[in-house]
């Protein structure tokens, strides 16, 4: 699935929950516990997913990669390093049922790579220093 796929189904459920929010509501209007748990994640995940359309332009490495300033290979449109795409893969549970050395044939698979830094970054916006470069650059901070 594409990455515009996917921040256009984010963006219908976030108006599905809006309009769950507007719906749901009590007889006193007040509005119903159980879906406001839902909207700040919502908001999250289409700034995160933002950001990451427009830190791809500042990376976008082949993905067969290349040898990055650190000698280590970096592949594919958000040029992750091989240990990095496999820690954060693993972490997050990107791919249930891969083994463990069928990971890394994802390395430079866009929705993975996506996927990957989408989960990575929701933890922690911190993991933004996986692209410093590209922050300093102009991709700006999450």
Known sequence: ?????????????????LTKLTFGKTQTGKIDEKFLHLL???????????????LKP?????????IDTNNKRSSGPLCFQDATF???????????????HEIINLVGDEDTQF??????????????????????????VL
């Open 40 to 54: 700040p994640n919502i908001e999250e995940r289409m700034k995160v997913n933002i950001w990451l359309v427009n």
């Open 1 to 17: 699935m594409s990455l515009k796929k996917i921040t256009i189904i984010i963006f219908l459920l976030g108006v599905l929950v």
């Open 86 to 100: 496999i820690n954060f893969v693993k972490k997050y549970n990107i791919l249930p049922y891969a083994e463990e």
């Open 58 to 66: 500042y990376e976008n490495c082949p993905i067969a990669g290349i």
């Open 115 to 140: 996927r990957a830094a989408r989960e990575a970054l929701l933890d922690d916006p911190d993991n933004t220093s996986h692209w410093i470069t590209s922050v300093r650059r102009g991709a700006g």
